[in-house]
């Protein structure tokens, strides 16, 4: 579906029975006429990025300007970019902000080091990814002798390189975020600063913006307090290693001092994730896949990934030092972004309520400790998956705004972002907002300012995650053509996530990649779709297929323009009529 403010589009031209483009996004379904060239782009079957003309309505043919030819379709790295021009990401960022990033050097850091606080005789530490190039969140943790916790979080001062309504500031707020497609991070800043200077690298000295928070026994804030301070961070560890070492392996390159941190924080982290799930927090266990690309770009294996306790520690850790932060400056009533996700309204609970009752879950949920009995019944049981997804698609989704608000998910009464400046802009602007009231200057930003910025923010968060999504389907539509073109068409093992009026929606185990298996292709009976009881059942043998239910595939077609896939159940004979593996690029796919 076209947004009416979208302005670009990518997609193919042709020339036949006019110059029109097919744009790729599968959803779009119109062409859109090229009204005119700049330059000499007529070149057909290359990506090219369209201007389009103002929408006037749905009824209205679309029409544009061709502005830019990217290269052929099948050309090397057409895909990522024709991801990067629809979405308007830009990598590079122009001289004057790269100038201006520069002007800031390790003798910057020096100089502020005796306005701050000084903790580098504490013990602090980074956990990321293995793949992490910047590190934007250290942490100290320590308990008093009546078993109070005193837990520090330090996160890079971004502000103090990033000047409000400097070039880099202008920029970063167009970006409002990163953007991680499949194969590259989009940066909201440059990295001059992102990788080196806010990054909290370990045995250096870095400027941060601290969090205090003391715990009670239970886990309930005591105090908060945030400051300016100066950290040197004592090591970089991974989620791989942490992980290791909380599961008892025996891990020589942690030091000893951090090995004794970790097991408080392990215990912490316990404590407070415990309390939270006991609040209501949702709780799902979904998967995230993992694509390993060669030189070229194509896809050569995946694997899954599950959140770990390793990233569940910091992950607490975070999310407690967001909600404290939010309490802080709701009690100072002064103008700030929250992150706040608004509970399902009456027609998303209807609906979820009868998506669970396709899978055979006969209950109306009311709240979220209702929807987290629910997942808990099914963990483990090939329903998990269907059940989480019945659950997810009928929630809102999480935005940032001006006013207070619940965040239904973590079932926090107040929650922002102050973890992540590098790499989320609304992040950086509650650090400035914290600043003002430490020194007692006033508020950087209006209400106003900050609704605006709440709106823009919200929306540039979802276009990177689409992008996101994007990059990855893109990947893997190539990966699973490639491999019918092969002749490696399974067995796959997949699950069916629901009914269609056409066939059976599965998801395969491995890359949780979606296609249809159509009612057609079957040889043992005629089938008949019963969406709403989640189930197919044959006409003569009364067989029933049931959303939930494992199944083993293999590849029949694969259509890349339209990014779908059509299986069919392995061992099952093939129709009279069909002897030859089909591949599909322009034409309509049974899904």
Not at 573 to 589: T, V
Request: proline share 6%; aromatic share 6%; hydrophobic share 35%.
């Amino acid at each position: 579906m076209l947004e009416q403010n979208q302005k670009v589009l990518v997609g193919i031209l042709h020339n036949k029975p006019y110059w029109h483009i097919i744009p790729d996004n599968p959803r779009i379904r119109h062409r859109v006429k090229v009204r005119d060239f700049k330059k000499s782009l007529a070149i057909k079957n290359h990506k090219v990025v369209v201007h389009l003309d103002p929408w006037k309505s749905t009824s209205a043919p679309l029409t544009g300007i061709v502005m830019e030819d990217l290269g052929p379709v099948d050309g090397p790295g057409i895909d990522m970019l024709s991801i990067l021009r629809n979405y308007q990401l830009e990598e590079d960022f122009s001289q004057a902000v790269e100038d201006e990033a520069h002007t800031f050097s390790a003798d910057s850091i020096h100089a502020e080091i005796p306005h701050r606080k000084d903790l580098r005789d504490i013990l602090t530490f980074t956990i990321d990814p293995e793949e992490a190039k910047d590190h934007d969140d250290a942490v100290s943790l320590t308990q008093t002798p009546d078993g109070h916790w005193n837990l520090g979080v330090h996160i890079a001062d971004v502000p103090h390189f990033v000047p409000i309504g400097s070039d880099i500031d202008k920029e970063a707020y167009h970006r409002s975020t990163n953007a991680y497609l499949i194969d590259r991070v989009i940066p909201m800043l440059p990295r001059h600063l992102t990788t080196d200077l806010c990054s909290l690298k370990p045995l250096e000295d870095r400027l941060t913006h601290s969090l205090s928070i003391t715990l009670d026994k239970k886990g309930a804030i005591l105090h908060t307090e945030t400051f300016l301070s100066v950290i040197r961070s004592s090591a970089r560890l991974t989620y791989t290693h942490v992980q290791s070492f909380l599961e008892g392996q025996t891990d020589q390159t942690i030091p000893k001092p951090i090995q004794k941190s970790l097991m408080q924080q392990q215990e912490l982290a316990a404590l407070l994730r415990k309390n939270r799930l006991e609040s209501g927090s949702l709780e799902f266990n979904l998967p995230e896949i993992k694509c390993i690309l060669d030189t070229s770009g194509k896809v050569t294996k995946t694997h899954k990934r599950i959140s770990s306790e390793a990233y569940q520690l910091i992950e607490e850790f975070m999310l407690i030092a967001n909600q404290a932060v939010a309490h802080l400056l709701f009690s100072k009533s002064v103008p700030a972004l929250y992150r706040i996700h608004k509970e399902p309204d009456l027609e998303n609970w209807l609906q979820m309520m009868l998506d669970l009752k396709a899978i055979g879950i006969f209950e109306s949920p009311k709240d979220q400790r209702h929807l987290n009995d629910i997942v808990q019944r099914v963990v483990g049981t090939p329903r998990e998956y269907p059940v989480s997804l019945a659950i997810l698609r009928n929630l809102t989704r999480a935005v940032y705004s001006s006013s207070l608000g619940e965040h239904f998910g973590l079932a926090f009464s107040h929650y922002t972002h102050f973890t992540s400046p590098i790499r989320r802009y609304p992040d950086l602007v509650i650090h400035r907002i914290l600043r003002s009231f430490e020194e007692s200057t006033p508020p950087p930003y209006t209400h106003q300012d900050l609704t605006c910025m709440a709106t823009h923010c919200s929306e540039r968060e979802r276009h990177a995650e689409e992008a996101e999504k994007e990059s990855v389907a893109l990947k893997l539509i190539d990966y699973y053509d490639h491999k019918l073109r092969k002749g490696d068409t399974g067995p796959f093992p997949g699950i069916i996530t629901s009914i269609a009026s056409k066939g059976l929606l599965v998801e395969l185990e491995e890359t949780l990649q979606r296609g249809l298996l159509p009612f057609s292709l079957f040889t043992d009976d005629y089938y008949v779709a019963e969406p709403e009881r989640g189930r197919a059942i044959g006409k003569r043998r009364k067989k029933v297929w049931s959303v939930g239910d494992l199944v083993s595939v293999e590849l029949v077609k694969v259509c890349t323009q339209k990014r779908l896939i059509d299986f069919r159940i392995f061992n099952e004979s093939k129709p009279k009529k069909e002897r030859k593996r089909r591949r599909c690029h322009h034409k309509k796919s049974s899904i």
